[in-house]
């Protein structure tokens, strides 16, 4: 279920067994958590969901080497597009929003109303294409902070405006 133009590979299911780890980034310690090699998610600090403590998850800060290897390379300016293994768990709906996510270019923004219509949905559909994005389990990789408001401003991102302003003046947007 990969786009044309995305790297990564997705598999649609529950990791088990649920590994986290922790990962130092300029915006902070970042969650990772999945099987331990393939991500289901990646939680920026000052999101609410995916924080630690998860119990149901073991801990293991020597877990996704290959991730952390592109997250470096990505905060270095060395990394315009994530090539990693990750699985996923979202409504069909929600899955075509993430993977259009995917085909948002380095450096690049787009608007919630051309994200819905680059899924071939309704603008009647670009609040639930608005909801889809804010439920990405997959922050930076999958880039949610690439999509702005239709005036061009900076509205939701689950780890803050802050983190979305910083990653988009990485990326040369801003």
Known sequence: ?????????????????????????????????????????????????????????????????????????????ELTRFRLEFTIRGTPFRERVWQALDSIPYGATTTYGELAAGIGASRAAVRAVGGAVGANPLLIVRPCHRVIGADGSLTGYAGGLDSKRRLLTLEGVL
Not at 26 to 45: E, K
């Open 1 to 77: 279920m990969t786009t044309p133009a995305a790297a990564n590979r997705t598999t649609i299911s529950r990791p088990e067994p649920l590994v986290w780890a922790v990962h130092d980034s300029p915006l902070g310690a970042l969650v990772l958590t999945g099987d331990g090699t393939a991500l289901a998610s990646l939680t920026v600090p000052g999101q609410r969901e995916g924080q630690p403590p998860l119990p149901e998850a073991t801990r293991d800060d020597s877990a996704y080497a290959e991730a952390r290897s592109q997250l470096d390379a990505y905060f270095a300016g």
